[in-house]
């Protein structure tokens, strides 16, 4: 247990769908991310909040909508996403020293 | 941005062996190093981390090395086991920032 918790484990979600990914932290921590990973890919960052604000936006598709209403709490809203979205969403947590990033159990995402 | 890779995508090592998973990086900027391992169906784990004015870090059966001047990153796990096989990701931080990239993965396979 990492101390940051991830809800669903599993979605499988057609591609007209609405979901939304849950992410939450109690470990004190201001950072958060969101983070794929797909098969024989290397973890790709997709968002980073600090204390609520979003410091990154790495090139994400506008289907995949982020908000951060507290530095404990980070969700991801899923919407009219492609098969190619299917992968691992990783949440993960930081402290103000930047290091020790711990991540949560992660949520598998089929879209169908 | 600069690139995390790692040498040998999968190592097989006997149960009671010592492992080395090798990491190359580029970032000459890179501040802060970490190795996560991650099992099946589960986020990475927080391994071991190391910073980039020491050299040499030690766990409970985990020693990280670092070579800046070759711009190398291995973690030693003594007499592996096999709760050990897992998929072991090196990741750099850059200049004390809040992201990290991470390399493909190594996976480990503990024989009996």
């Known amino acids: 247990e990492t101390g940051v918790t991830q809800t669903p484990r599993h979605l499988v979600m057609g591609m007209t769908n609405k979901k939304s990914l849950k992410c939450e932290q109690h470990?004190?921590?201001?950072?958060m991310y969101w983070y794929k990973q797909s098969a024989k890919k290397p973890l790709e960052l997709m968002f980073v909040?600090?204390?609520?604000?979003?410091?990154e936006n790495n090139s994400v598709p506008s289907r995949f909508s982020p908000e951060c209403p507290n530095s404990s709490h980070l969700f991801l809203h899923l919407h009219t996403l492609q098969p190619e979205d299917s992968a691992l969403y990783l949440c993960?947590?930081?402290?103000?020293?930047?290091?020790?990033?711990?991540f949560g159990q992660g949520t598998r995402l089929t879209v169908v | 941005g600069e690139s995390v890779g790692l040498h040998l995508p999968t190592l097989s090592v006997q149960e009671g062996d010592n492992s080395i998973i090798n990491c190359a990086y580029s970032n000459s900027a890179s501040d802060y190093f970490i190795w996560y391992k991650q099992e099946s169906g589960k986020g990475p784990q927080f391994i071991i981390d190391?910073?980039?004015?020491?050299d040499k870090r030690q766990g409970q059966r985990v020693t990280v090395l670092l070579n800046k001047t070759v711009k190398h990153l291995s973690l030693q796990i003594a007499a592996t086991q096999p709760g050990d096989s897992a998929v072991y990701f090196c990741a750099e931080r850059e200049n004390y920032g809040q992201n990290f990239v991470f390399g493909p993965g190594t996976r480990l396979s503990v024989l009996p």
């Open positions: 190391i910073r980039s004015n020491m």
């Open positions: 909040y600090n204390f609520k604000e979003q410091t």
């Open positions: 993960a947590s930081m402290g103000q020293l930047n290091t020790e990033a711990f």
């Open positions: 470990l004190g921590h201001n950072a």
